[in-house]
């Protein structure tokens, strides 16, 4: 049986009922930021940023779609100044007819999104809504769960470390504890959550991009708090390739994935 080709608003109809776009805070910009949705999805490039090497990456690929969490346009371009690295990159997007849908708080939100994700790279038990979105009937940011038995802070540390492939972490911790087991965690910058977390009584909080001040608020919350970085998402790209690899099949249609092999993270850690 042929395979069946399919236009991008067919698949982003497949992607508004797992990941709801009613989820999305209310600033965010997720959907199409360039392209057609009656383009046709032959194509696809998962990636968390959209950045000029992943863009090169996708021209390399003869990428026409590209699927990515974080939106690449929250403001206006006031000047289409081909000088400025960022225009310049969605000039290239244009010139070559890729498309780029995004991602974003809907999918933190989402079951099987985000944050669950997040919570299984832990190996969390019992696992619930940190927030639960207003409608009650959805999961919403962040996630709250515990590891299987109780660890040490060492023992913790380690983990964490692990699973996150670093040698160091930004710990903010007024006082140890002896033990360790229930756990919050939001993708991305979650500290505006501090006082949802609080109410959770638990034993730690893990999040990115945390200021100076906010760490000072955190150092008297009570529970040790990690900063895992804004680059701990970037579990969106093997996550949302494999799910859509399985859609794919199912239905029987002429898409290829390719997983992004650029590492987007800003931050070196030497």
């Known amino acids: 049986m042929s395979k069946k080709q399919i236009k991008l608003n067919e698949l982003i109809s497949l992607f508004n009922k797992q990941y709801p776009p009613s989820l999305a805070e209310s600033w965010d910009q997720n ?6 949705s009656e383009a046709t999805v032959k194509k696809i490039l998962v990636t968390l940023d959209v950045r000029a090497e ?3 990456e996708a021209i390399e690929n003869q990428i026409d779609t590209i699927i990515v969490h974080h939106p690449p346009l929250f403001k206006a371009i006031q000047r289409f100044d081909l000088s400025q690295p960022d225009v310049a990159m969605y000039a290239q997007l244009i010139k070559h007819d890729i498309n780029v849908f995004a991602m974003h708080t809907n999918f933190d939100a989402a079951s099987n999104g985000m944050n669950d994700w997040l919570a299984e790279q832990l190996k969390l038990e019992n696992v619930s809504s940190l927030v639960v979105h207003e409608d009650e009937t959805n999961p919403g940011i ?6 299987s038995e109780a660890l040490s802070r060492t023992d913790l540390l380690k983990v964490l470390k692990e699973t996150y492939q670093r040698e160091q972490l930004i710990v903010i911790e007024k006082e140890s504890r002896v033990a360790y087991k229930k756990v919050a965690i939001v993708g991305g910058s979650g500290t505006s959550f501090i006082n949802e977390v609080s109410d959770q009584e638990v034993d730690l909080f893990i ?3 945390i200021t100076y001040h906010q760490g000072h608020d955190l150092y008297e919350a009570g529970f040790m708090t990690v900063d895992a970085g804004h680059y701990i998402e970037s579990i969106f790209i093997p996550g949302l390739s494999k799910e859509l690899q399985n859609t794919i099949e199912k239905n ?3 898409i290829e994935v390719v997983a992004s092999q650029v590492n987007t993270n800003p931050f070196k850690y030497e």
């Open 31 to 36: 959907g199409i930021h360039f392209g057609s």
């Open 54 to 56: 992943v863009v090169q």
């Open 142 to 147: 962040g996630r709250v769960g515990e590891f």
């Open 207 to 209: 999040t990115g991009d």
């Open 252 to 254: 029987n249609w002429d």
